[in-house]
């Protein structure tokens, strides 16, 4: 099968369980910012990110390229090490490339908004 194949049903896959995942985290009342891993085998990594208002996830990096499935989009200001902020705004449905972390520089994903934000992350593995 073509690696863009396996992709496209990788991300259907994790789509799939993200559903099913939004739903229980949804019963459970859970608004914690959080990762929930979804899938990983030798060519990707698959979570699903839930970021809440003013709760950032902690200082990471991404070694490798990814793309992002915003389910549910609005405006992340990446913080990084450094200090400096960007604002990336993603629209619920839309899919997104995101390149690597330059070497040695780390980053927070911030939701200065009202409502969560909910992504799908599938990261190569090289």
Not at 20 to 34: D, I, K, L, M
Request: charged share 20%; with cysteine.
């Amino acid at each position: 099968m073509h690696p863009r194949n396996v992709l496209c049903l990788l991300v259907a896959t994790a789509l799939t369980s993200s559903i099913a995942t939004y739903v229980v985290a949804q019963e459970a009342g859970s608004n914690e910012t959080r990762r929930i891993p979804q899938f990983e085998n030798e060519h990707v990594r698959v979570w699903k990110s839930i970021i809440t208002p003013n709760q950032p996830l902690t200082m990471h990096r991404h070694e490798q390229p990814r793309a992002l499935i915003a389910l549910t989009g609005g405006d992340m200001t990446i913080v990084s090490d450094t200090g400096e902020e960007r604002v990336e705004t993603w629209e619920t449905g839309r899919a997104y490339w995101l390149t690597a972390d330059p070497p040695g520089r780390l980053h927070a994903d911030v939701n200065k908004g009202t409502e969560n934000i909910e992504v799908i992350v599938v990261e190569m593995n090289r």
